[in-house]
């Protein structure tokens, strides 16, 4: 019943910045806690950040905790992640993700979303 659709993806060089969005279709969007996950090719699925469905909670994967910004707008029924820094490891596909309930620190736990965009590329150069 939720659909997402990610934007903001392109070509960056090492040390620059990308704004990633999500946009969620559903009546009931500040009841849902979102998150973002990536994949790069060969490699398995990573948590990236999520956050509460109030925006007040705030949980990131160490690998971008003081780098990357996760936020939404319940009003505009979006979720954005503001990436800053970006290294040639962050290529990936980035995928933002919304589950029914906030999951505190197993919010990097993919099985616990409900809900799945398609995915925006993300190719960081050096």
């Known amino acids: 019943q939720v659909q997402l659709v990610e934007s903001g993806g392109g070509l960056v060089q090492a040390g620059g910045s990308l704004r990633l969005s999500c946009a969620a279709s559903?009546?009931?969007?500040?009841?849902?806690?979102m998150g973002w996950f990536r994949q790069a090719p060969g490699k398995e699925r990573e948590f990236v950040a999520a956050i509460s469905g109030s925006g007040f909670m705030r949980y990131y994967a160490d690998s971008v905790k003081g780098r990357f910004t996760i936020s939404r707008d319940n009003a505009k029924n979006t979720a954005d992640l503001q990436t800053n820094s970006l290294k040639s490891e962050d290529t990936a596909v980035y995928y933002c993700?919304?589950?029914?309930?906030?999951?505190?620190?197993?919010?990097?736990?993919?099985?616990?979303?409900?809900?799945w965009g398609q995915g925006t590329q993300v190719t960081v150069s050096s």
């Open positions: 559903g009546r009931t969007f500040r009841t849902y806690a």
């Open positions: 993700a919304a589950a029914t309930s906030w999951y505190g620190s197993s919010s990097d736990v993919g099985s616990l979303y409900d809900y």
